[in-house]
Nanobody, 116 residues
Framework: QVQLVESGGGLVQSGGSLRLSCAAS????????MSWYRQAPGKERELVAS????????NYADSVKGRFTISRDNVKNTVYLQMNSLKPEDTAVYYC?????????WGQGTQVTVSS
C-alpha cells in the first residue's frame, strides 16, 4: 500500500526552524519527483518546493527561497523540508506529494504554526 507519512510539524516562534520529514513506502520512491505543498486556512494549496528524482533539480516558491531547503534520501525513501527563518505567513498544513507522469500520491499533512 502506498503511504506518505509527514512528521516534524509543530509550533515554533517567528525566526525559528523546523525540519519536516516524509517517509514513503509502497512505490518506487526513487522514480518519483517529490514535492512539498502547503495550505493555509482559507487558501488554496500551493507548491512550496520540489526535487527531482536524483536530487539534481530543486525548485522553490519565491516566498520561501533562501529560507527553505528540500532534500531527499533515496535509500531511506524520505524527503525532507528544512525550514529556517520561519514567519507567521508560513503557517499552514504541509503536505508531501510524489509524482510520476500522471500518478500523484499525497500524504496526510502535518501542521506548522509560526507565532509572531
Amino acid at each position: 500500500q502506498v503511504q506518505l507519512v509527514e512528521s516534524g510539524g509543530g509550533l515554533v516562534q517567528s525566526g525559528g526552524s523546523l525540519r519536516l520529514s516524509c517517509a514513503a513506502s509502497g512505490f518506487a520512491f526513487s522514480s518519483y519527483t517529490m514535492s512539498w505543498y502547503r495550505q493555509a486556512p482559507g487558501k488554496e494549496r500551493e507548491l512550496v518546493a520540489s526535487i527531482a528524482i536524483d536530487g539534481g533539480s530543486l525548485n522553490y516558491a519565491d516566498s520561501v527561497k533562501g529560507r527553505f531547503t528540500i532534500s531527499r534520501d533515496n535509500v531511506k525513501n524520505t524527503v525532507y523540508l528544512q525550514m529556517n527563518s520561519l514567519k507567521p505567513e508560513d503557517t499552514a498544513v504541509y503536505y508531501c506529494a510524489a509524482r510520476r507522469v500522471l500518478r500523484t500520491f499525497w500524504g496526510q499533512g502535518t501542521q506548522v504554526t509560526v507565532s509572531s
